[in-house]
């Protein structure tokens, strides 16, 4: 069962990559999330392995062993840890409104009616139900 967003553990830079390959890939082996990361120098495998071993231990992250090796799935789900990061920032930067974090975007990034409007238009896409997928053509 999944925490309340309120009480998951920060994540750690590499921690969260990690994260971010298993929500994207979905149920992947360490070797498959190393491929996946963005690092430049590359992660040494055992680094890969033990950022893993303290993502499970924190709780995000279920295996499936095949033998010596594991197969890893996030047993948080994203939208879930966005919510508890985004409570925090509002938390601890904006005095816990959305509006002064939304004034303060607009602000720095000197949006102009136009482009706010564009925002609004983005975020309001966002609530939409997604489209039905068209069904694949097996011939």
């Given amino acids: 069962m999944e925490p309340?967003?309120?009480?998951?553990?920060?994540?750690?830079?590499?921690?969260?990559?990690?994260?971010?390959?298993?929500?994207?890939?979905?149920?992947?082996?360490a070797k498959e999330v190393r491929a996946a990361l963005?690092?430049?120098?590359p992660l040494a495998y055992t680094t890969?392995?033990?950022i893993i071993r303290v993502l499970a231990q924190k709780g995000f992250v279920g295996h499936e062993a095949f033998g010596r090796t594991?197969?890893?799935?996030?047993?948080?789900?994203?939208?879930?840890?966005?919510?508890?990061?985004?409570?925090?920032?509002?938390?601890?930067y904006f005095?816990?409104?959305?509006?002064?974090l939304l004034g303060f975007h607009i602000r720095t990034a000197g949006l102009d009616a136009?482009?706010?409007?564009?925002?609004v238009g983005?975020?309001?896409q966002q609530l939409a139900p997604a489209p039905p997928e068209a069904p694949v053509d097996a011939r």
């Fill in 4 to 29: 309340a967003p309120d009480s998951f553990p920060e994540l750690t830079r590499a921690e969260e990559q990690v994260m971010l390959v298993l929500w994207q890939r979905g149920p992947s082996f």
């Fill in 38 to 41: 963005p690092a430049a120098p």
């Fill in 48 to 50: 890969v392995s033990t």
């Fill in 70 to 92: 594991h197969r890893y799935r996030p047993l948080v789900a994203q939208d879930a840890y966005r919510e508890f990061l985004l409570g925090k920032l509002l938390g601890t």
């Fill in 95 to 100: 005095g816990g409104s959305m509006g002064n």
């Fill in 114 to 119: 136009g482009q706010l409007g564009q925002l």
């Fill in 122 to 124: 983005q975020a309001y």
